[in-house]
């Protein structure tokens, strides 16, 4: 199959994508040109919700299965945007829009890898492709509704903007809830157990706290409190104040051993995860996609930011073209050589273990 001319229509998708509103859980828009996209390739495919996934022509039971993931949903624009966040614009090389860089670029080149081998003679492994929603929003009806419908999943490739760089390691994520309490009283008179003040040494904690083990692909835990809130009025001490605490976990914790740690040890009156099943995720160094990565002189690193592996059990490689850095930013945009050099990276890492 022509890479050149896969290339060249895998553009023209996502030119269609970025002009189709497709906010997490609004994908319609967006799933139904992947749809044409398939059906003009003649390659059978279905759809759950928003999630349309396909399989190569040569699937074989008893195989290793490879997922081929992205998403096509996006976050809302921001208020920092000087362009049409919806008019897929090429201005020096680079396309613009809302979804160019994060994820588009790796849904449309991960489109084109996938549909050049859909009809790989006795594949050594069985592709499946999903191009998702939901991904910005973590919500119900995203990959992880399609892990009980498409075939078990061995191992994954996750369309992410990497500078297609081998993201060996991503960390998980808790949110937490968090109280300090005291005294509610007028602001007039004494009290020696003022929730504001209370929270004082709570803080400090929290800003000081280390998490003893550290890994070698992504470093520390990283703990955050990010919002803080307390107190109606001038003139009246609150009774509680809550904070919410971000945690960025490494591959040497379980969400579960986070939580269980903070609960025992944080000094606060209480404190509650929203959810456990946004875990890290890693695949091992040794395993022969990274060293084929390697091998194109691809380098490896650990991601600080969350994606889709978060729902997978299998080890998952995270890569693609565009740059994190230009995710959820004004303006954003990918370069049209990133998403060229994308699609035949991807071609040539699955032709050296296929």
Not at 125 to 152: D, F, Q, R, T
Not at 319 to 329: C, K, Y
Request: net charge negative; hydrophobic share 35%.
């Amino acid at each position: 199959m022509n890479i050149e001319k896969l290339t060249q229509e895998a553009l023209e998708l996502l030119k269609n994508l970025i002009k189709t509103q497709s906010f997490s859980s609004e994908e319609e828009g967006t799933a139904s040109f992947i749809e044409n996209w398939f059906n003009t390739h003649d390659i059978p495919f279905q759809r759950q919700a928003n999630n349309i996934w396909a399989t190569n022509k040569n699937f074989k039971e008893g195989k290793t299965t490879l997922l081929l993931n992205s998403h096509h949903d996006t976050v809302q624009p921001n208020n920092g945007y000087t362009r049409d966040p919806y008019s897929p614009d090429i201005e020096d090389g680079k396309l613009y829009g809302l979804g160019s860089n994060d994820a588009g670029g790796c849904l449309v080149s991960l489109i084109a890898t996938f549909t050049y081998f859909y009809a790989y003679e006795n594949p050594k492994y069985n592709l499946v492709l999903v191009a998702s929603g939901e991904e910005e929003s973590s919500g119900p009806n995203g990959l992880n509704s399609m892990l009980k419908v498409i075939p078990h999943i061995d191992v994954a490739i996750v369309g992410e903007p990497t500078l297609m760089n081998l993201a060996i390691a991503e960390k998980g994520l808790v949110v937490f809830d968090a109280q300090v309490l005291g005294t509610p009283s007028h602001a007039a008179h004494p009290n020696d157990n003022n929730a504001i003040y209370n929270c004082i040494p709570v803080l400090q904690w929290f800003k000081d706290f280390k998490f003893e083990k550290v890994s070698e692909a992504l470093g520390e835990v990283k703990m955050t409190v990010t919002q803080i809130k307390g107190g109606k009025q001038h003139n009246a001490v609150p009774a509680d104040i809550d904070l919410v605490v971000d945690v960025r976990v490494n591959d040497q914790y379980s969400n579960k051993e986070i939580a269980d740690l903070l609960q025992a040890q944080a000094p606060c009156d209480s404190i509650k995860p929203r959810s456990l099943r946004l875990n890290s995720s890693s695949i091992p160094k040794e395993h022969e996609l990274v060293k084929a990565g390697i091998a194109l002189g691809r380098s490896t690193y650990g991601s600080p930011t969350l994606s889709d592996q978060a729902v997978l059990s299998c080890p998952s490689l995270k890569l693609g073209p565009g740059d994190s850095t230009r995710s959820h930013s004004a303006d954003e945009y990918i370069y049209v050589k990133e998403i060229e050099e994308g699609i035949q990276i991807y071609i040539d890492l699955l032709e050296s273990i296929l």
